[in-house]
């Protein structure tokens, strides 16, 4: 069935970095944009980056960015996302996500159809 | 883009009908979607494209609105419906979410 399972989560001091994964599987994972999501337990959902199905276009949120890079590797099916310079306000379940194009469309559609179950990332000394 | 719900929480039984409201800053077209979370869950698509219903979500959700004025609507409550509600905009990244609204058992 299809699949996105993320791993990498731990427990991290500020200014230290993390690596997460996240592995897909049951459909062509090099056909759709995938996106990290991220929830401060018992708040609400922030969008974090978003990379295209071939990895050219990349996009982060102002919250991150310069400190957190996405890739892809399609040949493993494979999303990561490496986070670096981490604060306290990191600390959140993160989630990665699959955005499909849009219905006759090309590239990405912003609606995320399919979710992982997140990987918790806790940064505090 | 701003998203606002409302409201942040309401209390309701089974077989009642609930409506949540999501209003945007700006006109987002139909851009707007609406997941549901349950308790240690990852978000779960419910209604794209403002009222499109995506595949396998009972028909009991609906949504409408366009523009800057959203609703989703659950028609008959379920003991399963009962979770966080967040809706989504997909105009114009970055992406922006809700606060969500919970539905709790009356």
């Known amino acids: 069935q299809v699949q996105l399972v993320e791993s990498g989560g731990d427990l991290v001091k500020p200014g230290g970095s993390l690596r997460l994964s996240c592995a897909g599987s049951g459909f062509t994972f090099s056909d759709y944009y995938m996106t990290w999501i991220r929830q401060v337990p018992g708040e609400g959902l922030e969008w974090v980056s978003y990379?295209?199905?071939?990895?050219?276009?990349?996009d982060y949120s102002d919250s991150v960015k310069g400190r957190f890079t996405i890739s892809r590797d399609n040949t493993k099916n494979s999303l990561y996302l490496q986070m670096n310079t981490l604060r306290a306000e990191d600390t959140a379940v993160y989630y990665c996500?699959?955005?499909?194009?849009?219905?006759?469309?090309?590239?990405?559609?912003?609606?995320?159809?399919?979710w992982g179950h997140g990987t918790l990332v806790t940064v505090s000394t | 883009i701003q998203m606002t719900q409302s409201p942040s929480s309401l209390s309701a039984s089974v077989g009642d009908r609930v409506t949540i409201t999501c209003r945007a800053s700006?006109?987002?077209?139909?851009?707007l979607n609406w997941y549901q979370q349950k308790p240690g869950k990852a978000p779960r698509l419910l209604i794209f494209a403002a009222s499109s219903l995506q595949s396998d979500v009972p028909s009991s959700f609906s949504g409408s609105g366009s523009g800057t004025h959203f609703t989703l609507t659950i028609t008959s409550l379920q003991p399963g419906d009962f979770a966080t509600y967040y809706c989504q905009q997909s105009y114009s990244a970055p992406w922006t979410f809700g606060h969500g609204t919970k539905v709790e058992i009356k």
């Open positions: 990379i295209s199905s071939n990895g050219n276009t990349i």
């Open positions: 996500a699959r955005d499909p194009p849009p219905p006759g469309g090309f590239g990405k559609s912003g609606v995320f159809d399919i």
């Open positions: 700006q006109s987002i077209n139909i851009s």
